[in-house]
């Protein structure tokens, strides 16, 4: 299976990212969560020459969410999202769904805690993780519809995966825009915290 490949794009004054994530071979490209910044994605798709084939969000939020119907009205692409967080999408994004792109496909990780929906995705060498997991960070977990148990779980299994993986976030809060697990291992505090009550204390404190 071909290796998917990643393109991250600034987009909106909340220093969120906005990614295309295509099949070189084919060209066809998905767009995770356009944010504050749908023409910026438009605009790469073109000179990237790529076809959209669906619009994909990590979880609710307003400012992932909010280019959305620009990207639509674009590209008649299929929705999709976890219903925990967006009830309404073409298709939905469970833990192990499979979303075809070209001839590559991204794997789906339910990761809720930082929203009842969110998702982290699986690009095969890299990992797009909304507002789970930044670099040098993590998602809150005090607003409505957290649960900072659930993100603990959620991270814990971001940890045991493959050190090498890239972490695309999805903002820019870091110092870095793009690092890895094992850097995240090494540098994150959130993943370093020895047990879960010690996580709690961090993240809520
Ligand atoms: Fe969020």
Same mark, same amino acid.
């Given at each position: 299976m071909v290796a998917l490949e990643v393109l991250q794009i600034a987009a909106g004054e909340m220093d969120n990212f906005a990614y295309l994530v295509f099949?070189?071979?084919?060209?066809k490209a998905v767009v995770v969560d356009p944010s504050l910044a749908p023409q910026a994605v438009l605009d790469a798709v073109n000179e990237h020459q790529l076809e959209l084939v669906g619009l994909l969000n990590t979880h609710g939020h307003p400012d992932h969410i909010a280019g959305n119907a620009e990207i639509l009205a674009a590209a008649a692409v299929p929705h999709w999202g976890h219903p925990a967080d967006l009830p309404n999408v073409d298709r939905q994004l469970l833990e192990g769904t499979e979303v075809p792109v070209g001839t590559g496909c991204i794997r789906v990780l339910h990761t809720p805690g930082h929203t009842p929906g969110s998702v982290v995705l699986l690009t095969g060498a890299g990992l797009i993780t909304g507002d789970t997991l930044f670099v040098g960070r993590c998602g809150r977990? +005090?607003?409505?519809?957290?649960?900072v148990d659930q993100l603990y779980d959620s991270l814990q299994r971001l940890k045991a995966l493959d050190g090498s993986l890239k972490v695309y976030p999805?903002? +820019?809060?870091?110092?870095?825009?793009i690092s890895t697990i094992g850097d995240e291992m090494r540098e994150n505090d959130f993943l370093n915290a020895p047990d879960r009550p010690s996580f709690i204390r961090l993240r809520m404190g």
């Open positions: 099949c070189p071979q084919t060209r977990a +005090d607003l409505a519809g957290s649960d999805g903002h +820019d809060y870091g110092v870095r825009p």
